[in-house]
C-alpha cells in the first residue's frame, strides 16, 4: 500500500444539503397481472445538474449549496421576532458536539460573518439549505411567522411566489434578497422542520479539487411540492423512492456520488414517511457524525474508506492525501472483516464505473442507523 506524494493545501467551503422526503401513495392496479412490491411510503427528491458545472456535472443530487454570509446574518432577527430569539430559535436544546477528525484547514468552527452577534451555525445552516431549494428547484420552505405550533408533524411548502423567476434571479446574484423574499411574503424559514441528519466532507482525489464541508439536513413534508428546475445549475428533476434510485443508478438513468449513494441507501431502512419522521424526532438530540471518506485507488477500481472500516485511518495526512495499491479491489475484499466502505468497480472516476457496492459490518453511533450491504449483482455489471 503506498501513499501519493502529499499536495497543497485545498480550498474549503462550507455548505448544506436537504434531504426532501415527501408522502407518495401509489396507486394499485384494481387487477395486477402480477403480484406487486409494497408501495413505499415516501418519495426524496434529486435534481440532475448541468453537464457544464464544474462539480459533479451530470450528477443527480439533493438540493443545496454553499453557506453564504447572507445566512447568518443579523438582520434575520427581526424576522424571527418577536416569537423566536437566539440562541437557538425554539429548535431545542442543542445536540452534543460530537468528536470527529478531522480538524479542517481554513474553515472556521464559528459562523461565516465576524460579527459575534450573528446567528449561530445550526441556524445558519439551515437558513441555506432552505435557500437553496428555492434557488435549484423554486421549493419554499416557508412558514408564516407567529408562533410555532406545538405538534411536530410534517411540514408542507408553500405556493411559489408570483414573479418566481424573478425573485431567484434576485437571490442567485445576491443571497440577502432571500430575507426580502420572506419579508414579502410575512414568512420565516421553516428551519424547525429540518432534523440533523449527517455531514460529509469531501475526500482528497487529485489537487486542486473542490472540497466541502457539507451538513444534510432531513425534511420530512406530507406531500411532494411542485418543483421548478432552474435550468441553469439544475436541468432536470424526480421524485424517486430508495429502492427506485438505486434501480435507476443501476441502469444508469441516474448517476449517483458516493455521499448521494450512501444516503439513498441509509433511507431504504424506512417502509413510510411517518416511521422516517419518527425516527428522525426520536434521536434529533443526539446529534450527527461528521465523515470524511479515505480514497484508496486499486489496480482496478476505487473504494472510499469510511470511519470505522479497518483499513481506515484517523490521520491528518489523509486532509490531502489518498491510499493506492497494486492490488485488485476483489483481492482486497477478501482480506478484510470490517468493513464501512462504499465500492466503485472498475474505475477511479465515479462517473465511469461499471458497478457499485457498500459494504457495512460496524454497528451505527449515536441513535442513527447505516445502510444495509449492498451489492450489484453480476448481470448489472
Not at 90 to 111: E, I, K, S, T, Y
Amino acid at each position: 500500500m503506498s501513499v501519493p506524494v502529499r499536495a497543497g493545501p485545498s480550498n474549503w467551503r462550507r455548505a448544506a444539503t436537504l434531504v426532501l422526503a415527501a408522502g407518495w401513495t401509489r396507486p394499485v392496479p384494481a387487477a395486477p397481472s402480477r403480484p406487486q412490491p409494497p408501495a413505499e411510503g415516501f418519495r426524496v427528491l434529486l435534481l440532475q445538474r448541468s453537464a457544464s458545472q464544474g462539480f459533479l456535472p451530470g450528477a443527480h443530487v439533493f438540493p443545496g449549496g454553499v453557506l453564504e454570509a447572507a445566512d447568518s446574518s443579523t438582520d434575520w432577527l427581526r424576522l424571527f421576532a418577536p416569537h423566536h430569539w437566539p440562541p437557538r430559535f425554539g429548535l431545542g436544546p442543542a445536540p452534543p458536539q460530537r468528536a470527529a477528525f478531522p480538524v479542517l484547514p481554513n474553515v472556521r468552527p464559528g459562523a461565516v460573518d465576524e460579527d459575534a452577534a450573528a446567528l449561530p451555525d445550526d441556524i445558519a445552516f439551515r437558513i441555506c439549505a432552505i435557500r437553496e431549494a428555492f434557488e435549484e428547484a423554486g421549493v419554499l420552505l416557508l412558514r408564516p411567522r407567529g408562533p410555532r405550533p406545538p405538534d411536530q408533524a410534517p411540514g408542507c411548502a408553500l405556493a411559489p411566489p408570483p414573479a418566481l423567476a424573478d425573485w431567484r434571479a434576485r437571490v442567485r446574484r445576491d443571497p440577502r434578497h432571500f430575507l426580502s423574499l420572506c419579508a414579502e411574503l410575512d414568512c420565516t424559514p421553516d428551519i424547525w422542520a429540518l432534523r440533523d441528519w449527517s455531514g460529509w466532507i469531501t475526500p482528497f482525489s487529485r489537487p486542486g479539487g473542490r472540497r466541502f464541508e457539507t451538513t444534510f439536513f432531513l425534511c420530512c413534508l406530507n406531500e411532494p411540492p411542485p418543483v421548478f428546475p432552474d435550468l441553469m445549475e439544475v436541468v432536470d428533476c424526480q421524485w424517486s423512492s430508495p429502492s427506485e434510485a438505486i434501480e435507476s443508478l443501476i441502469s444508469k438513468e441516474v448517476l449517483l456520488a458516493p455521499p448521494q449513494f450512501y444516503e439513498i441507501r441509509r433511507l431504504g431502512n424506512f417502509a413510510s414517511l411517518s416511521d422516517l419522521h419518527k425516527f428522525s424526532l426520536d434521536r434529533e438530540s443526539e446529534g450527527t457524525e461528521r465523515w470524511m471518506p479515505i480514497i484508496l485507488f486499486t489496480a482496478d477500481g476505487t473504494i472510499h474508506l469510511l470511519p470505522g472500516d479497518e483499513m481506515y485511518s484517523e490521520d491528518s495526512n489523509f486532509l490531502e492525501n489518498c491510499m493506492s495499491t497494486g492490488k485488485k479491489t476483489e483481492e482486497i475484499m477478501s482480506e478484510g472483516k470490517t468493513f464501512h466502505r462504499i465500492v466503485l468497480y472498475n474505475s477511479h472516476n465515479y462517473g465511469d464505473y461499471t458497478g457499485y457496492s457498500i459494504h457495512v459490518t460496524v454497528l451505527p453511533k449515536y441513535k442513527h442507523v447505516y445502510p444495509k450491504s449492498f451489492v450489484m449483482g453480476k448481470s448489472h455489471l
